[in-house]
């Protein structure tokens, strides 16, 4: 007797969820590949996107408006300053990443910029999370405070994640010039228990990258198919973080060293043998010690800071190459920088410089040694005269110059 094989009915319905979740499926089979990095037998490591070969040409991107302040939520603002004028200059300008430090509390307005940059404009978005640096109870030491901050960033997880035009989650910026006060500061009894400064500092950094870490294993749960990035200040304190972040697929440093990064990348390889994206970097194209605008001299230091990315990535053909990319700071000029904490001073473009930095040679005998202009680092000029609504965009010499060099890379 020839057996008939029995096959269970559907009803319409059921039909249409076992095809949304065929769907997932493969689209989840598609995604575990989307975005990689792959390290060869010398060492090197690339980023590969859609199984391509990836450069990271990135900016950040905080479009503040003339007289608004650190407050300002870009993704809530109509119009929106990306679909106007940013988005289509970024794309001739070779760029196919943003960083954006925070996604704020309106998730669906940063759902809504990341899906339009990438649709749009075929950019990507490296989502970044403050991990509660601002806040006024801030303390790694403190269990609530940490709870509180991972919840806070996995929720922005679970809410983005499924967005193809999302590139990986960077974690903090400079967390670790906390460790000695240099901005913030935390502590705990454990923490004041001990005599040495240096010690406190080291204990420090071992809970913050501690906690890094533990959020890095919670993002993997929920999105295994992206990069997870720690962010630092330079490389100081990187051999604690090489001892407990095992999580972390990659650092994201922030270094302003002048035209070259000198041996920072050799120092990376031999500390934290993990690849590296630059996260914040650049020029300001104002000259504090002849007091002029400096455009030339801003693009003549951000194409060597590129040339030398360059030539440390794989791409180049270096083998050893240990970088992906890096992140231009900032796409506009910030007009709030000089005095967060003064609005009137936010309609005026201030020319005093904030901090000192002798790697940027040519205006280091400014009054004080002070010459780096915090309001003049955008690669694009903002104007007072306005187009729908939106401060008027004039690209500097150091955008045509790096659409020159992307298009030649």
């Not at 679970?158 to 990986?168: F, I, R, S, T, W």
């Not at 010459?371 to 004039?394: C, D, H, L, Q, S």
Request: charge should be negative.
């Amino acid at each position: 007797m020839r057996l008939k094989a029995k096959f269970p009915k559907f009803t319409g319905f059921a039909l249409f969820l076992m095809f949304i979740a065929l769907l997932t499926t493969l689209e989840g089979c598609d995604r575990k590949k989307l975005i990689e990095i792959e390290r060869n037998e010398k060492g090197g490591y690339r980023l590969l996107v859609n199984r391509e070969p990836f450069m990271i040409r990135g900016v950040i991107y905080n479009p503040t408006p003339i007289g608004e302040g650190p407050g300002y939520n870009f993704f809530t603002h109509r119009p929106k300053p990306w679909k106007v004028i940013d988005g289509k200059l970024m794309e001739e300008m070779g760029i196919n990443v943003v960083r954006i430090y925070t996604a704020f509390d309106d998730l669906d307005a940063t759902r809504e910029f990341i899906r339009d940059m990438y649709q749009n404009y075929g950019i990507y978005t490296a989502v970044s999370d403050w991990l509660g640096l601002w806040e006024p109870n801030l303390n790694y030491a403190d269990p609530a405070f940490q709870e509180k901050t991972k919840k806070n960033v996995l929720n922005v997880v679970k809410a983005l994640k499924n967005e193809p035009g999302v590139l990986m989650w960077i974690l903090g910026n400079e967390h670790n010039y906390t460790f000695s006060g240099k901005i913030r500061f935390w502590t705990s009894p454990e923490i004041e228990a001990i005599e040495r400064p240096y010690q406190k500092q080291l204990k420090k950094a071992e809970i913050f990258y501690s906690f890094v870490d533990e959020i890095a294993a919670e993002i993997k749960k929920i999105d295994p198919y992206r990069p997870v990035a720690l962010s630092n200040g330079e490389v100081s304190y990187l051999n604690v973080a090489s001892e407990v972040c095992q999580n972390i697929d990659l650092l994201a440093i922030i270094a302003y060293r002048g035209m070259v990064f000198g041996n920072m990348f050799e120092r990376i390889r031999d500390t934290f043998d993990i690849p590296v994206v630059l996260s914040e970097f650049g020029a300001d194209s104002y000259d504090a010690y002849k007091q002029v605008e400096a455009q030339e001299i801003q693009s003549e230091f951000i194409i060597s800071q590129w040339q030398d990315i360059y030539k440390n990535t794989t791409l180049s053909g270096n083998e050893y190459g240990n970088v992906l990319g890096g992140f231009i700071f900032s796409w506009t000029d910030e007009w709030w920088k000089f005095n967060e904490a003064c609005p009137q001073s936010w309609l005026i473009q201030n020319t005093e410089a904030s901090w000192s930095e002798g790697a940027y040679y040519y205006d280091i005998e400014a009054e004080g040694n002070l010459n780096m202009n915090e309001e003049w680092f955008g690669i694009v000029a903002i104007e007072k005269e306005k187009k729908g609504k939106i401060n008027r965009r004039t690209p500097k010499q150091a955008y045509y110059d790096l659409q020159k060099f992307f298009s030649e890379i």
